[in-house]
């Protein structure tokens, strides 16, 4: 069955820098887009970054365009999130999503889901 | 900040139906992509409920129901059950952010 588990979390300090890690699982990751997803406590849900199944298509959302890198490893089936001058606007539980694949069309939905991993901006 | 607006809540006893509507702009639904329904319990991670307007995933019962017309889309849930308590999301792709969009979210309350 499809699995992605994140992971790296924690409590960060302002300014600072994390790297986040979802570790695919139950499917063939090198053939499909994956995005971030975060959601602050309490609110709702937010589109983060996209990356194409190779690596080599990749869209931020302007909230953190500049200030976070995704990138991902095929041989490893890992997603990476790497963020730097962390906010605390950027409290938030974090998502790995798959997106999802049909090969009649151009799919913009997400199948699953990790279960998210929580970052804590805070000094 | 969400571009997709819903409403804040919606309640029904169980067994009735109710529906959570989800508005857009020229620039995501009025572009005629499509939209996507997220069901998350507390606690949880968001499951696909519906996709491309009117799909349900394999396993996700036929009480949930889509429909996309113009710059709104809506989302049925008839039979309402306690299991059903949750929050749910719309989602589609806006071409002037150039990045998929989320709405602001509509809590469920089985009375």
């Known amino acids: 069955q499809v699995q992605l588990v994140e992971s790296g979390g924690g409590v960060v300090q302002p300014g600072r820098s994390l790297r986040l890690s979802c570790v695919a699982s139950?499917?063939?990751?090198?053939?499909?887009?994956m995005n971030w997803v975060r959601q602050a406590p309490g609110k709702g849900l937010e589109w983060v970054t996209s990356i194409s199944y190779d690596g080599n298509s990749i869209y931020y959302a302007d909230s953190v365009k500049g200030r976070v890198t995704v990138s991902r490893d095929n041989s490893k089936d890992t997603l990476y999130l790497q963020m730097s001058s962390l906010r605390g606007e950027d409290t938030a539980a974090y998502y790995c999503a798959r997106k999802a694949y049909n090969r009649n069309y151009h799919a913009r939905h997400f199948d699953y889901w990790g279960q998210g991993t929580l970052v804590t901006v805070s000094s | 900040q969400s571009v997709l607006t819903q409403p804040p809540s919606v309640s029904g006893a169980p067994g009735q139906r109710v529906t959570i509507s989800c508005t857009g702009s020229s620039s995501n639904l009025g572009a005629g992509y499509d939209v996507h329904w997220y069901q998350q319990r507390p606690g949880t991670a968001p499951k696909l409920l519906i996709y491309?307007?009117?799909n349900r995933p394999s396993g996700v019962p036929d009480r949930f129901s889509g429909a996309n017309s113009g710059t709104s889309a809506s989302l049925a849930i008839t039979g309402l059950q306690a299991a059903d308590e949750a929050d749910y999301y719309c989602q589609s792709y806006d071409s002037s952010l150039s990045g998929y969009v989320f709405g602001t979210g509509t809590k469920v309350t089985v009375l």
């Open positions: 139950g499917f063939t990751f090198s053939n499909y887009a």
């Open positions: 491309d307007n009117t």
